[in-house]
């Protein structure tokens, strides 16, 4: 599946320099996952209340280029499920359709508890997993 997300780069988002600083792209592709979560129609507050939550485990980050004050962003991302539990998603932060940063960031579902375990039904591989 792919998802593009706008990004709108403001001063609050820069360092002494006019630059992103770097760790804001982790928010900007965090905030394009949200977005595919809702846009899959997953309730993360349901699912919270019933014990179960996403965790990111691994980000492999490559910072390309730079974006600086008053840039527009598009966080273009395909993602699919690895595995009962597994949630992988490759991010592009492009800038006039040029890729500044690149990320692989994997996700699990887990309970309240720190314990993994199955993916949403609308995320596996497989319909015959079992719900959780």
């Known amino acids: ?4 997300f706008p990004v709108r780069i403001f001063y609050e ?4 320099a006019g630059i992103v600083y770097y ?18 129609g997953l309730d993360q507050r349901a699912m919270r209340e019933k014990g179960l939550v996403f965790a990111v485990t691994r ?3 490559d910072y390309i280029g730079a974006a600086r004050f008053g840039d527009r ?41 720190g314990k993994p375990t199955r993916l949403p039904a609308k995320l596996r591989l497989s319909d015959s997993d079992p719900a959780p």
């Open 73 to 113: 962003l598009e966080v273009q991302t395909t993602h699919q499920a690895e595995g009962p539990v597994r949630w992988v998603f490759d991010q592009d932060v492009l800038r006039d359709g040029k890729i500044i940063f690149r990320a692989k960031v994997t996700a699990v579902c887990m309970t309240t508890a």
């Open 59 to 61: 980000v492999e980050a």
């Open 1 to 4: 599946m792919s998802h593009s």
């Open 23 to 40: 760790a804001n792209y982790l928010r900007y592709i965090e905030r394009a996952r949200s977005d595919i979560v809702e846009q899959i």
């Open 13 to 16: 988002d820069t360092d002494m």
